[in-house]
């Protein structure tokens, strides 16, 4: 009897493991901060330089909207569509296997994913913003008589 209890034990163990692993599902939905400018192609450039850059495969672009999707070791795949604007854009779940997709949710690994890319996009933004006003500072400086 110990070896069936041990066993039960280990299973229902487990099985509060994978459980445990499906968390809800998030789209991040960004409006830039005032103080970072862009236009649409520069928004454009941020999103699919953060898709490539973390893996994934670009799969459509337009002037409103990126789509990508990932598959990671041949079992876990996700898409996702990009919809953006020159200060706003929000990556929204489109389709997925292998994540145990079910009821708004979905395997921390894909929340993982989102929020990298996002913070990648953002931080893409803030890199361009800060050159530009470098670049504007030097160009004054070098403008200004002595």
Same mark, same amino acid.
């Given at each position: %009897?110990?070896?069936?209890?041990?066993?039960?034990? /280990?299973?229902?163990?487990?099985?509060?493991? @994978?459980?445990?692993?499906?968390?809800? !599902?998030?789209?991040?939905?960004?409006?830039?901060? &005032? +103080? /970072?400018?862009?236009?649409?192609?520069? %928004?454009?450039? &941020?999103?699919?330089?953060?898709?490539?850059?973390?893996?994934?495969?670009?799969?459509? /672009?337009?002037?409103?909207?990126?789509?990508?999707? !990932?598959?990671? =070791?041949?079992?876990?795949?996700?898409? !996702?569509?990009?919809?953006?604007?020159?200060?706003? *854009? =929000? !990556?929204?779940?489109?389709? +997925? +296997?292998?994540?145990? *997709?079910?009821?708004?949710?979905?395997?921390?690994? *894909?929340?993982?994913?989102?929020? $990298?890319?996002? =913070?990648?996009? @953002?931080?893409?933004?803030?890199?361009?913003?800060?050159?530009?006003? &470098?670049?504007?500072?030097?160009?004054?400086? $070098? @403008?200004?008589?002595?």
């Amino acid at each position: %009897m110990p070896y069936l209890l041990r066993i039960t034990l /280990i299973a229902l163990a487990l099985l509060g493991t @994978v459980s445990c692993t499906n968390k809800p !599902i998030q789209n991040p939905d960004r409006t830039l901060h &005032a +103080s /970072i400018h862009s236009d649409r192609a520069q %928004m454009q450039q &941020a999103i699919v330089k953060a898709l490539v850059g973390r893996g994934w495969t670009v799969q459509k /672009i337009t002037p409103q909207l990126v789509q990508a999707q !990932i598959t990671v =070791r041949e079992q876990y795949h996700a898409e !996702i569509d990009i919809p953006y604007s020159a200060n706003h *854009y =929000r !990556i929204q779940y489109r389709d +997925s +296997s292998g994540l145990d *997709y079910k009821d708004g949710k979905i395997h921390k690994n *894909y929340i993982r994913w989102v929020r $990298l890319l996002d =913070r990648d996009i @953002v931080r893409d933004l803030k890199d361009n913003q800060n050159e530009r006003t &470098a670049k504007q500072l030097s160009e004054a400086a $070098l @403008v200004k008589p002595l």
